[in-house]
């Protein structure tokens, strides 16, 4: 099983402030790792495929990179819509996995 | 654009069955793979089960297989998880998702709970 780790666990920042959100892969996924949004009480939201494209209507603020094991989630200036939990996941090989999330507070 | 509505959690005594189903509209259900996910209390999301559109293909996470088992009745628009010999770590929102593989779950469900306590 493909073990995805996010870094770091919570994320403490103030409206305008960019955010950089880590995702380490156990082993190479190529670029077939996803980015999802996830609000308590609410669905999770796809962000983010094949680690660089932007799913339908998702902001340009959001950006993903990286490729084998090492993979970034960049929000470039925090909205207030944006403090969530975002979760990685991977397509690679089955299982699918998720990883552990990083929380994005107001600070 | 789609949408998805699950159906059927609720509270079970541990070891019994349950079964949940997850509702399409708005979108040719039978040309789509699906996916189940849950998120137990205080946990991340994992991922549950696949299966392709036709059912040709079914695939499990360790920690469900051989338990639940992953349906899809095209005729109905509705995806399907039988859980059986249910367990307290089970306990979870479990949500059902539209899954366009290498583009990723684009369209999820707003979950169904699933307590499992005596």
């Known amino acids: 099983e493909i073990v995805l780790s996010q870094s770091p666990a919570t994320l403490s920042l103030s409206p305008g402030d960019r955010a950089t959100l880590s995702c380490w892969a156990s082993q190479s996924v190529g670029t077939y790792l996803t980015w999802y949004q996830h609000k308590p009480g609410q669905a999770p939201r796809l962000l983010i495929y094949g680690a660089s494209n932007r799913a339908t209507g998702i902001p340009a603020r959001f950006s993903g990179s990286g490729s084998g094991t090492d993979f970034t989630l960049t929000i470039s200036s925090l909205e207030s819509e944006d403090f969530a939990i975002y979760y990685c996941q991977q397509r690679s090989r089955w299982p699918l996995t998720f990883g552990g999330g990083t929380n994005v507070e107001i600070k | 654009q789609g949408q998805l509505v699950e159906s059927g959690g609720g509270l079970v005594e541990p070891g019994v069955s349950l079964r949940l189903s997850c509702a399409a509209s708005g979108f040719t259900f039978s040309d789509y793979h699906m996916t189940w996910m849950r998120q137990a209390p205080g946990k991340g999301l994992e991922w549950l089960s696949y299966?392709?559109?036709?059912?040709?293909?079914?695939e499990y996470a360790d920690s469900v297989k051989g338990r639940f088992t992953i349906s899809r009745d095209d005729a109905k628009k509705s995806l399907y998880l039988q859980m059986n010999s249910l367990r307290a770590e089970d306990t979870a929102v479990y949500y059902c998702?539209?899954?366009?593989?290498?583009?990723?779950?684009?369209?999820w469900g707003q979950g169904t709970v699933v307590t499992v306590s005596s």
């Open positions: 998702a539209r899954d366009l593989m290498l583009r990723g779950f684009d369209i």
């Open positions: 299966i392709t559109a036709r059912s040709s293909q079914r």
